[in-house]
């Protein structure tokens, strides 16, 4: 148990954050702060991102990850946060979302 | 997000102690909460409600969008005592998300045969809250019948206020306990905070049955934490 324990520290976004830190990384934060209908992840769920791209963490079930990773870039470069927005996958159209149905807002910022 | 704002979440976190990280979505500022903490008007009403609630959420006061991430420790539950039953409750305690430690300093009882995925203090329960005290966020369950190894853990339940607390026995024998923690100082309302007899009325007769009773006692208890019974009586 205390093994499982050890583990779920280890993979905890927040604390890989501080961590990057103070590797000297640049890292963004990204957080679920609104949730519509059936939302995979609950509010305060968060992923984090460095610069290349490395990502911990999660704010749907894998759906939306690739398009917050990417917009985490833009935000790391200008520093201004950011609000997405990602609702019901548009197959037609190859837009990310989420196949759940539900509606997300996810806040996305630079951390210093 | 600051940085320094982020290492001081993490070191509260870390303490198990319970804080809500305010953000103003406008500016992108934000600040620690800590419980206790005094924030004015409607902001601090909304704080108070994700202290007690556990849950975060975006919220307008001032004119300002604030999204509040209510961090919570996560629930540990205590046994007390490395019984059959425990052998049960432990595991099912954990697959459900609850840091899970036993106490019982009957070694016969405490070892890492019976009990191979679990924290395991073979020691008594003075020894052990010593290092380890009970608080806010611990549910305890006493498991032993026994006074000298149940109720050190039940008066320190009592008085770190855990948010359950559970004691096995016959109603004799929890007559019998009640009785001691009156004769201890304590008030007939405060021991009325143990639940005797332990776990949910679904007619469990086997030791995991059992466990599956008090899991979902200690679950609705977590789940409802600074919602009077009453309140949810109604919301049920």
């Known amino acids: ?112 | 997000m600051d940085p320094h704002l982020l290492k001081q979440l993490n070191a509260e976190r870390q303490a198990r102690r319970a804080v809500v990280l305010v953000t103003d979505l406008g500016d992108g500022r934000d600040r620690l909460v800590r419980e206790g903490d005094a924030v004015s008007g409607d902001l601090g009403l909304a704080v108070e409600k994700a202290f007690r609630s556990g849950k975060s959420g975006t919220i307008e006061a001032e004119g300002r969008n604030f999204f509040l991430n209510a961090h919570l420790p996560p629930p540990k539950l205590v046994l007390v005592g490395a019984v059959h039953i425990s052998q049960a409750l432990a595991p099912m305690a954990t697959l459900a998300g609850f840091d899970t430690e036993i106490i019982d300093p009957r070694t016969a009882f405490a070892t890492a045969e019976r009990f191979p995925d679990v924290v395991l203090h073979a020691e008594w329960p003075e020894e052990v809250l010593k290092e380890r005290p009970f608080d806010a966020y611990t549910a305890v369950a006493a498991l032993t019948h026994d006074p000298k190894i149940d109720d050190f853990a039940l008066v320190s339940a009592l008085k770190a206020q855990a948010f359950y607390i559970g004691a096995l026995g016959s109603k004799k024998t929890h007559a019998r306990r009640v009785g001691r923690l009156k004769e201890a100082g304590f008030a007939e309302e405060v021991i009325g905070r143990i639940h005797a007899p332990i776990g949910l009325s679904i007619g469990a007769a086997s030791p995991a049955e059992i466990a599956v009773a008090v899991l979902a006692e200690i679950i609705a208890a977590f789940r409802s934490r600074g919602v009077g019974a009453a309140e949810m009586e109604k919301a049920a």
């Open chain 1, 1 to 112: 148990m205390e093994n499982v324990q050890a583990h779920d520290e280890l993979r905890d976004p927040l604390m890989i954050a501080e961590g990057w830190m103070r590797e000297g990384k640049d890292v963004a934060i990204a957080t679920v702060v609104e949730t519509w209908g059936s939302a995979p992840r609950p509010t305060g769920s968060h992923l984090v991102i460095d610069r290349e791209g490395n990502f911990e963490g999660s704010v749907s079930g894998g759906c939306v990850e690739g398009a917050v990773v990417a917009e985490a870039a833009d935000v790391l470069e200008t520093g201004k946060p950011r609000m997405l927005e990602f609702g019901v996958a548009d197959e037609t159209a190859w837009r990310v979302g989420l196949s759940c149905g539900g509606r997300i807002r996810v806040y996305v910022e630079r951390l210093g």
